[in-house]
């Protein structure tokens, strides 16, 4: 009943200071951004030159790489948010602990990849506004170019945000039990060490003689085995 009692106590510290580990943020900002930047682009960011002619072109300076590099980090960045927005659901639930430490890790890694595309996205889309002839077509999507540079800047803080939230999550789950919540999860059966010196508390495991008794002798004196 001890060994159980103190089963439980042990365990349900462990689980305590995994529920205090700050769980990473879903990304909401990201993937609403992430939304606005692609969404923009492809709505309002192709006009046409003028009237006259029907072709379809990039706002940003007429330059179809700056576009088609939006939408792209814009989806990829979309789709982690809703990755990582399950990861964190079942996070919980993973026992392992490499697991855990690898998914707390590709967050890691992630966050500062997106990053550093949306500096390059908030750069690139921004230099080549600048470039930008203004035109009857170009003032038609001139709104959604300036909002998908706004927003790109947005999206570098918020995933700049979840890289510190990722990098505190992992020195947080080294430093408490983030890491380590299988260590009394895994074998049910498996029994606790004695008790330490000087804690005040008897072993059973072990007895000694009194301290001032003499050894029993083997062969009592006055009395010799028999020899046959």
């Excluded at 200071?17 to 609403?32: F, I, N, S, T, W």
């Excluded at 007429?62 to 990755?83: L, P, R």
């Excluded at 990861?87 to 967050?107: C, E, G, H, P, T």
């Excluded at 804690?199 to 020899?227: C, H, L, R, W």
């Amino acid at each position: 009943m001890t060994h159980l009692y103190l089963r439980k106590t042990l365990h349900g510290t462990v689980m305590g200071c995994d529920r205090q580990v700050p769980p990473r943020p879903a990304g909401k900002r990201g993937l609403v951004f992430s939304i606005v930047v692609f969404g923009s682009i492809v709505n309002e960011c192709y006009v046409n030159r003028d009237s006259q002619d029907p072709e379809l072109l990039c706002v940003f300076n007429e330059n179809e790489s700056a576009c088609s590099y939006g939408i792209a980090v814009g989806i990829i960045s979309f789709f982690g948010c809703i990755f990582f927005f399950v990861v964190d659901l079942y996070f919980q639930q993973i026992s392992s602990v490499k697991d855990r430490k690898r998914a707390v890790l590709l967050d890691l890694s992630f966050s500062g990849f997106l990053s550093f595309l949306w500096f390059v996205a908030f750069c690139f889309l921004a230099n080549q506004w600048q470039r930008t002839t203004m035109s009857k077509g170009v003032s038609q999507g001139a709104d959604a170019a300036r909002a998908a540079i706004a927003f790109s800047f947005f999206s570098i803080i918020t995933w700049v945000a979840l890289v510190l939230k990722a990098l505190q999550r992992y020195r947080l789950g080294t430093d408490m039990s983030l890491f380590a919540t299988e260590q009394f999860a895994a074998d049910g059966s498996a029994a606790y060490p004695g008790y330490p010196a000087g804690s005040g508390i008897e072993s059973t495991d072990t007895y000694q003689s009194p301290p001032f008794s003499e050894p029993a002798d083997a062969n009592p004196k006055g009395y010799q085995v028999p020899a046959y």
